[in-house]
């Protein structure tokens, strides 16, 4: 007999990734799955979503947040709820999809520096780019550590413009007393198997104004205001039933699986704190969700060398972010001396539930070589 062809053989993953998804017991998804087969509803807006968007709400104290089918859908969204055309000023360190989204919508990414301590947008930056073209800033909180909300806010009243900030990292900081996501014309949230919260694929759309929730409530189901008519110009945003129960039973151990990688950022800053590799500071005012463990190095060699010695022990960190968004092929691309330097020394570690402390020791060593 020939050999089975269909078989795939599964690529060999590193002993321990820069993160692994969390998996909750397995029953107790099988057991909303039930339902699912009770009912015969597996998307189209069903009961699980619904009851994920309302645990959400309450979990996270929001008034509005819509389930979509991913991060990336999450921006496209927001920036055509927002009508925005044009120039949108942006943070060259990001993920690919904050720009992607802006130039999939037709619009062209302005990229201005980012503030070298925080690693987000640099608010005096934004000025000094905008035209008679700009209509909105999109910034990512990035890490899940915030964004200068403030004099972002204050730029964007002043001038006309919209915010949306792409919070795919921020589920569960806090700052002044209030979910992140709470902040900006809307923020838009990734909950893909890889996030701190997650649904496998996944994502949600908060915005404070209610027309633009219609707008978008509308907008992520293809438009449709009852079968036969359409309230606006829609995709197919939606997500599943079961990506809401993963979700659902996920949320059962977020709060597990905050505390785990807030005991485990801490370690890493204790074995790594006092060494001349840089940890970003939480600003005041923030209860951090600890979500990434980035870490600065001295130089892009030194990083080259840590991330091969971490390579040859089965390990794999991750380069995250680079290269910078504003040296992608499809954009506009201007120098931007603090991205450029950072992106080339940072490194986020492994973090994720089954990590132990001795794994951690082991990768602390080895980066520091
Ligand atoms: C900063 C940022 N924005 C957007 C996305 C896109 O989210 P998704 O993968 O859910 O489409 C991601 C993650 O993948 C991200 O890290």
Known sequence: MGKDKTKIKPKRVADIPVTKPFMPPREEYSELLKGVWERIWLTNNGPLVQQLEEELKSKLDLDHLLYVTNGTIA?????KALGLKGEIITTPFSYVATTSSIVWEGCEPVFVDIEPERLTIDPH??????????TGILATHVYGLPCFVEEIEEIAQRRGLKVIY??????????????????????????????????????????????????????RNFGHAGPENYFNVGINGKNS????????????????????????????????????????????????NFAYVPVILESEEKLLQAVDRLKKNGISPRRYFYPPLHQLDYVKRTPLQV???????????????????????RIAKLVLG
């Open 75 to 79: 921006l496209q969204l927001a920036i």
């Open 125 to 134: 930056r934004i000025e000094e780019a905008i035209t008679e073209k700009t």
């Open 166 to 219: 792409d919070a795919a990292h921020a589920f569960g900081t806090i700052y002044k007393g209030k979910s992140l996501y709470d902040y900006g014309d809307i923020s838009t949230a990734s909950f893909h198997a890889t996030k701190l919260f997650h649904s496998v694929e996944g994502g949600a759309v908060i915005a404070g104004n209610p027309a633009i929730q219609e707008e978008i409530h509308h907008s």
């Open 241 to 288: 039933e079961f990506h809401a129960a993963m979700g659902l039973v996920n949320l059962r151990y977020i709060d597990q699986v905050m505390d785990k990688r807030k005991e485990q950022s801490l370690l890493y800053r204790s074995l790594l704190g006092h060494t001349p590799l840089r940890f970003l500071e939480v600003p005041p005012d923030t209860d951090y």
């Open 339 to 361: 991205v450029e330097d950072i992106s080339r020394r940072v490194l986020c570690l492994p973090v994720y539930q089954e990590l132990s402390g001795k794994d951690i020791e």
